[in-house]
């Protein structure tokens, strides 16, 4: 039985650029993709050309950056993204290559930074969004990635700034805004 040698991408510089096997001029099985300057990229698996299952991605400096799920060449279930020091910077599923589902995002110190739902890879449904600091900044509904339905907006010590609706992505109706907790009309966008 003679092994298969594995088959070689190269730069134009003539380094390498990926190391894996081929089937008929179709990827197939683990594939390693290296930076030019010879530090892994990614690490990947194929079946027909097409990947399949967890990929692994690498910042130059060789840390891990995300890991992604993929079945038949699209995007499916849980994905992984990190920060250059290795903190989760965001987290959530995807469907038919598409975000779906509840995501959250992180700040580089793992703070919580904004989570709320996708539909079709759009925003929609309730999200909230903070302060760096953890506060809650504002909260509301999206529809197909715009605003809709009343909104909330803090400071960064968590109190309420100024609440209003949204119509699409439009300001409507009477907006108001907060005096020592007590709710004042500011502007009506009718």
Do not use: C, H
């Not at 995002?105 to 890879?121: C, I, P, Q, T, V």
């Amino acid at each position: 039985m003679v092994a298969q040698m594995p088959d070689t991408l190269w730069y134009t510089d003539g380094s390498i650029k990926a190391v894996g096997r081929q089937v008929e001029g179709k990827k197939v099985g683990d594939w390693t993709y290296l930076y030019p300057s010879g530090t892994v990229s990614a690490e990947l698996f194929y079946q027909g050309d097409e990947m399949e299952g967890i990929q692994r991605f690498y910042s130059f400096e060789g840390m891990l950056i995300a890991e992604e799920n993929y079945e038949n060449g699209l995007l499916e279930d849980s994905s992984f993204y990190y920060y250059p020091t290795g903190q989760l910077e965001k987290k959530g599923l995807f469907s038919d290559g598409l975000y779906k589902g509840i995501w959250v995002f992180y700040y580089e110190d793992g703070k919580l930074k904004r989570s709320g739902n996708y539909e079709a890879g759009l925003p929609e449904g309730f999200w909230s969004f903070y302060f760096e600091n953890g506060q809650l900044n504002q909260e509301g509904l999206l529809k197909a990635g715009k605003e809709k339905g009343l909104w909330v907006y803090f400071d960064e010590d968590g109190i309420p700034l100024y609440e209003g609706s949204w119509s699409f992505g439009e300001k409507v109706g009477q907006w108001y805004y907060f005096k020592k907790g007590k709710k004042k009309p500011w502007k009506n966008f009718d």
